[in-house]
C-alpha cells in the first residue's frame, strides 16, 4: 500500500511537472528575443563560438523533439524552436548545443552516459516483459531467476535516468551562461524567462528518475521478499 502512495504521489507530481514545463514553454515561447535571431542562429553561433564546426543543425519534426545526438553529431530542433525567435527557442537551442559542448570537450558524464546507450537501449525494450513474466512465474511456480534479470534490467535503466540528470544540468549550465556573455539574453525578462523554461525541462527529468527508481525498489523488494 505504502508503494501506492508513493508512486501515485510520484505521478502526480510528474503530471503537474509536466504541465508546468508545457505551459513555461509556450509562455516564453510568445516572449520574444530582441536580438531577432532564431533558434538556429543561437545553435549556430554558440556552436562557432566553442569552436564546433562539424556539428549540423538540423530541423526535425514533432514538438518539443529537440535533441543533440552525439553519434552523428547533429543538434535536432523541432520546428518551433528552430524557426522561432522566441527566448523559449533561443534557450533550448542553446542547451542542445550545450550538449554539442559536453561532447567536444570530453565531458566525463555524457561519455559515461553515451557508453550506457546500446546496453539501455536492450534493457528497456525487455524490461516490462521480464518482469511481467518473472512476477507470474514467482506466484505460480517460486522461481524467481526471471524476475531477478527483469530487476537488474530495470536497475539499469534506472541508473541511466540518474546519469542523465548532471548532463542535462550541466547543459543548461552552459547555455545560461553562454546567452548571457553573448548578450543574447541580455535583459532580466530574457534571462529569468531562459533559466526558467530550463529548470522546469531539468525537473521533468528529476521525477522520471524517481518515479523510475520507485518502481524499482518495488520490484527489489518483492524479489528479496520472496528469496527471504
Not at 534506472?158 to 548578450?183: C, H, I, Q, Y
Not at 535583459?187 to 527529468?205: I, N, P, Q, R
Request: net charge positive; aromatic share 10%.
Amino acid at each position: 500500500m505504502s508503494y501506492w502512495i508513493i508512486f501515485g504521489g510520484i505521478m502526480l507530481v510528474s503530471m503537474i511537472v509536466q504541465w508546468r514545463f508545457k505551459s513555461k514553454f509556450k509562455k516564453y515561447s510568445e516572449t520574444p528575443l530582441s536580438s531577432g535571431m532564431t533558434g538556429r542562429d543561437v545553435a549556430e553561433k554558440m556552436l562557432h563560438d566553442h569552436g564546433i564546426y562539424d556539428v549540423q543543425i538540423i530541423s526535425a519534426q514533432g514538438r518539443l523533439s529537440d535533441h543533440y545526438n552525439p553519434a552523428n553529431r547533429t543538434v535536432n530542433l523541432s520546428p518551433e524552436v528552430y524557426s522561432g525567435r522566441s527566448v523559449a527557442a533561443a534557450a533550448v537551442a542553446a542547451h542542445e548545443c550545450g550538449h554539442a559542448v559536453q561532447h567536444a570537450k570530453a565531458y566525463s558524464w555524457l561519455q559515461f552516459r553515451s557508453a550506457m546507450v546500446p546496453i539501455v537501449s536492450v534493457a528497456s525494450n525487455l524490461v516490462t516483459w521480464v518482469l511481467m513474466i518473472g512476477v507470474l512465474m514467482m506466484a505460480f511456480s517460486g522461481n524467481p531467476y526471471v524476475l531477478a534479470i527483469g530487476v537488474a534490467a530495470l536497475a539499469i535503466t534506472t541508473l541511466f535516468s540518474f546519469v542523465t540528470l548532471p548532463v542535462e544540468f550541466d547543459a543548461s549550465r552552459r547555455a545560461l551562461a553562454w546567452l548571457d556573455n553573448k548578450g543574447i539574453t541580455h535583459s532580466t525578462v530574457e534571462h529569468d524567462g531562459a533559466k526558467d523554461a530550463l529548470w522546469w525541462a531539468a525537473m521533468t527529468y528529476v521525477v522520471a528518475a524517481l518515479s523510475s527508481l520507485v518502481t524499482l525498489l518495488y520490484y527489489a523488494s518483492m524479489l528479496l521478499g520472496r528469496r527471504d
